[in-house]
């Protein structure tokens, strides 16, 4: 399997397409647009993007769903491990200037403020633990994993930074074919993006069919629709297989008060939600 993914070697993004899928080929991108685009130009490439984090909220993602509408086939909570990284022979007090990707630093926020670091964004975790080790410099770290810090011959001046140490990302793989698993007796998600109508109460009445028959929503996000401020869509992520009676129902009266409705995703429900 080929897994497109942001960042380079050693990104929490590649780690966790590696864990669902040991011995698959990854592909870096420089950008969440580029493993869009390179999964819907290409069957056989998939995109693994991370979609939201239990510490900092949503990742930023939902414009790019939107505009792909790529199908989801498998949800996978990593673990996210922050590590202050260094050059070798460096210490903690020789740091000034940390670097990271904007959501390590705002995970890593008592650490970082504890021991009065300048925070430094870039593009990735992994990028960042790279540019460090080309600057040789000691009062320059990284926050990164420690598959970041063996890949660019880092050390591990202080492990697990992160403010929640049970931080976990939710990671979703994604590609252009449509797919969803048998519906059987395990536990699924089906993901649904939508448009409503414009008429007064809308949201309310479109969401009753849930209500009624008794279906749980585990997440609901609307954001603007391009050049728009008056205009939404809903991303709907609802516990269930979109084959069982009650989904089906529900669906049906939710299509009602839509003016578009594009079912994303139905997969298997990954175990970290039963914890």
Known sequence: MKIAYQGIAG????????EMYPGCETIPCKTFDECFERANSDNSIKSIIPESNKTTGNIGVEYLIFKYRLNIYAEHFYPIKHNLLGIKGSKITNIKDVYSHAQALSQSTEFIKK????????????GSAKYVS????????AIASDLSAEIYNLEILKEKIQDDKNNVTRFLLMGKDIYQ???KKDKY???ILFKLKSKPAALYSALSGFAINGINMTKLQSFPEKNSFSSYFFLCDIDGHIESE????SLEELGLH?????VLGVYNSDK???K
Do not use: L, V, W
């Open 11 to 18: 990104s929490y993004s590649e780690s966790c397409a590696k």
């Open 115 to 126: 021991n009065n670091f300048n925070e430094n964004i870039r593009a990735d975790t992994a």
């Open 134 to 141: 080309e600057t040789n410099d000691k009062t320059k770290g």
């Open 181 to 183: 698993p048998e519906f």
């Open 189 to 191: 998600i089906t993901s």
């Open 246 to 249: 009650k989904i089906k129902n």
């Open 258 to 262: 839509c003016e578009d409705m594009h």
């Open 272 to 274: 970290f939600r039963q």
